[in-house]
């Protein structure tokens, strides 16, 4: 079993759906969850940043961490053809073991 | 100033060139990470300087070698590399990698290396 996992895309939306991006784990040690955002042949930009179980909210995106599942979660509303790009899942323990996610690609059709 | 900055963009090098990657942050970062990224793949872990010292290496090939002058520069030196080593190479920091709350990392844009 991978230390992350996450639903591998790729994710074809239209312009104003909601969105859901969901990554799994298994170390339970894990405590800060981060998404990244990723546009093609430029480097990952963070977008939330997260501590322990929660919702936290920005704008239109939604991060939730649910640490009793091991299940985290970005949801993205009104989405806009500007969101296309691969969504990376991070999440680390204490500053050792910085891990991703395998990436979901999302395309926002206009 | 809240970026990290990489040169050159794109590198173009044979395979017995020496070459030289480069990456800044004014951020007042403690922790400096390199990472190697292929095409539809995550971020792959090469190096991290804490405090300007190496402490992780994550098993990488001896022809890529990192070098950390001052807390706000990042090099990676490249010697004999493979064409297999083509990829975008990424640089990060995060704020103090002693202090767990703050170890979010920032990313610089990239530089796409294609070794011929």
């Known amino acids: 079993q991978k230390e992350v996992e996450q639903d591998p895309g790729p994710l074809s939306v239209p312009e104003g759906a909601i969105v859901s991006l969901n990554c799994t784990y298994s170390?339970?040690?894990?405590?800060?969850f981060m998404w990244y955002r990723q546009y093609s042949r430029k480097g990952p930009e963070l977008l939330m940043y997260?501590?322990?179980?929660g919702n936290k909210e920005d704008g239109r995106f939604t991060a939730q961490v649910d640490k009793s599942s091991k299940y985290i979660s970005l949801f993205i509303r009104d989405s806009q053809p500007s969101d296309s790009a691969t969504y990376l899942c991070?999440?680390?323990?204490?500053?050792?073991?910085?891990?991703f996610g395998p990436g979901t690609r999302l395309s926002v059709l206009p | 100033d809240t970026e990290v900055t990489q040169t050159p963009k794109h590198l173009v090098m044979g395979m017995t060139n020496k070459k030289s990657l480069k990456c800044e942050q004014h951020?007042?970062?403690?922790?400096m990470y390199w990472y190697k990224q292929k095409a539809k793949k995550p971020p792959e872990l090469m190096f991290v300087?804490?405090?300007?010292?190496?402490?992780i290496n994550e098993s990488v090939p001896s022809r890529f070698s990192p070098e950390c002058p001052n807390s706000s520069l990042l090099n990676l030196h490249l010697h004999a590399l493979q064409p297999e080593d083509s990829a975008l190479y990424l640089c990060?920091?995060?704020?103090?990698?002693?202090?767990?709350?703050?170890?979010?990392?920032?990313f610089g844009p990239g530089t796409r290396l294609t070794v011929l």
């Open positions: 990060a920091s995060s704020q103090d990698p002693t202090r767990s709350r703050y170890n979010e990392q920032f």
């Open positions: 170390n339970s040690a894990f405590q800060y």
């Open positions: 997260t501590y322990s179980s």
């Open positions: 991070a999440m680390s323990n204490y500053g050792q073991n910085f891990v």
């Open positions: 951020m007042g970062h403690r922790a």
């Open positions: 300087y804490s405090y300007e010292k190496l402490s």
